[in-house]
């Protein structure tokens, strides 16, 4: 990207992965970017009976369980529960899961973490599975613009990109609603941008990563406007859901990209620097390219 399209420039204010999909998120200071997405974000997901996958939506206690990545394990931690753990690397027996419309290949974690998910969700025949390394999910070239793009166990991107004005405009209006403020965590991003005017995310097309010097270090192309079911109205902290949150966005955020769907972010593929480290107050720079 040339220098005179670099119309808006900022920094990166938060790093998240949520290492188990619909599981409580991780706030990092630095993570590294791969093709699909920051290393161990969405990289397990629990699955049901039939190997379906299993979100906050069905179960809004999946809120409170809080992963932690260790050297070499998953360790996962829930009120009144005892730790149980899995190895980074499982390998796990081999089975085949559903996450939306995309059947993949998946490594089972065992029947101890699987008891231990159906004793704190109160669901029967949970499972835990891992990505398979060897597999690939593609992401759906309808928004890529044809770019090919792969992702794990994140509903359809690699990465999620907004801003903290954002939040801070939602709060805005949950205020004058007589609202209590909430937090991005209900959001489940993955970069959280500062520096810039609330939801400018909408308008980006590329959004480039510098390093020390001022070079470009990564790339990731925004894609997609993120349409947002209920998941943002659960309280991650009690795994309570009130309708104030999506009543608040349902006033300003309805979206004609996504056929009028409410929204709140913009999707991502990474288009260049796989491999590298994103870090907290890496600068960003990037143009308009959505009206």
């Known amino acids: 990207m040339s220098d005179d399209a670099n119309d808006v420039s900022g920094q990166i204010a938060q790093l998240m992965i949520y290492p188990v999909k619909s599981f409580a998120g991780v706030a990092v200071d630095q993570a590294v970017l791969l093709e699909t997405g920051l290393q161990w974000d969405r990289h397990w997901m629990v699955v049901d009976a039939e190997g379906l996958f299993v979100t906050q939506r069905e179960c809004a206690r999946m809120a409170l369980v809080r992963p932690e990545l260790r050297v070499d ?5 829930a009120p009144g529960m005892p ?9 796990g027996s081999a089975t085949r899961v559903q996450v939306w419309d995309d059947t993949v290949d998946a490594l089972d974690m065992g029947p101890a973490v699987g008891q231990w998910l159906q004793t704190f969700l109160g669901a029967p025949a949970h499972r835990l599975v891992r990505f398979d390394p060897a597999a690939q999910r593609a992401c759906s070239t309808k928004w890529t613009q044809g ?64 390093d020390a010097n001022g070079d470009v270090a990564a790339r990731l192309q925004l894609v997609k406007p993120c349409a947002r079911c209920p998941i943002p109205n659960i309280d991650p902290v009690t795994a309570q859901s009130h309708p104030g949150v999506g009543d608040a966005l349902q006033a300003y955020r309805q979206d004609a990209r996504v056929g009028g769907a409410i929204t709140f972010g913009m999707n ?24």
């Open 73 to 77: 394990a998953l360790v996962l931690h």
């Open 83 to 91: 730790d149980v753990s899995v190895p980074l690397h499982a390998d």
């Open 147 to 210: 770019v090919a793009a792969s992702t794990q166990f994140a509903d359809g991107y690699p990465v999620l990109v907004t801003t903290d004005s954002s939040m801070d405009e939602l709060n805005t209006r949950l205020a004058a609603m007589d609202h209590p403020a909430v937090g991005m965590l209900r959001f489940r991003p993955n970069v959280v941008l500062a520096g810039l005017p609330p939801h400018d995310e909408d308008h980006w097309g590329p959004l480039e990563c510098l």
């Open 268 to 291: 991502a593929i990474v288009t260049q620097g796989a491999g590298t480290v994103l870090r907290v107050g890496q600068a960003v720079q990037g143009g308009y390219t959505f009206g």
